[in-house]
């Protein structure tokens, strides 16, 4: 085993393991979840939760196994695409003041592990789908079809919240 081969563990371990958390907790607390979606501009708010928790823990599990990779990292793009476009990026770079740098940094660990590959105990190796594609060509996948899914999702559910009406800035200056 050599330093790339740790690499490519820890980052299935730490994403996929994160991934199957966030995707629990959502499942666990599907009306909590469809609740903040709505707020934050999602029609369909149930639907989205429910899908939110099957990707999620789905992306995990094929990431854990070393399955469909590159595919997987794309989930995990996407899903990190849509939270950073609806909620984190007017929030600035840092995760204390609900930034993008969470998201921003699974999104690119998964295009990472795309382009690394899963390694020699996955499930892709054992069913001979390593060599497929080149490295580049499979962060490029993850990247580029994590991203169209993001988008497409975005523009089908997804609308910028209106400010609420009646804040004390607003009343102190009528």
Do not use: C
């Not at 080149?134 to 962060?139: I, K, L, M, W, Y």
Request: charged share 15%; aromatic share 6%; glycine share 16%.
């Amino acid at each position: 085993m050599n330093g790339v081969d740790v690499a490519r563990y820890a980052l299935r371990a730490v994403i996929g393991g994160t991934m199957i958390a966030h995707g629990v907790r959502h499942g666990r607390t599907l009306d909590g979840t469809a609740g903040w979606f709505a707020s934050v501009g999602f029609r369909e708010p149930r639907l989205q939760a429910a899908a939110s928790a099957v990707v999620e823990v789905g992306a995990g599990a094929a990431l854990l196994a070393g399955a469909a990779t590159p595919l997987a990292a794309s989930a995990v793009v996407g899903t990190m695409g849509v939270a950073a476009r609806s909620v984190h990026l007017p929030n600035g770079f840092f995760v204390v003041n609900e930034g993008y740098e969470f998201v921003l940094n699974l999104g690119a660990a998964s295009v990472a592990l795309a382009g690394l590959g899963p390694g020699r105990f996955s499930v892709d190796q054992a069913l001979g789908l390593g060599g497929r594609l080149s490295g580049p060509q499979r962060a490029a996948l993850a990247a580029g079809l994590g991203l169209a899914a993001a988008a497409a999702q975005l523009a089908v559910f997804w609308r910028r919240p209106e400010p609420e009406q009646g804040t004390v800035g607003e009343r102190a200056a009528d």
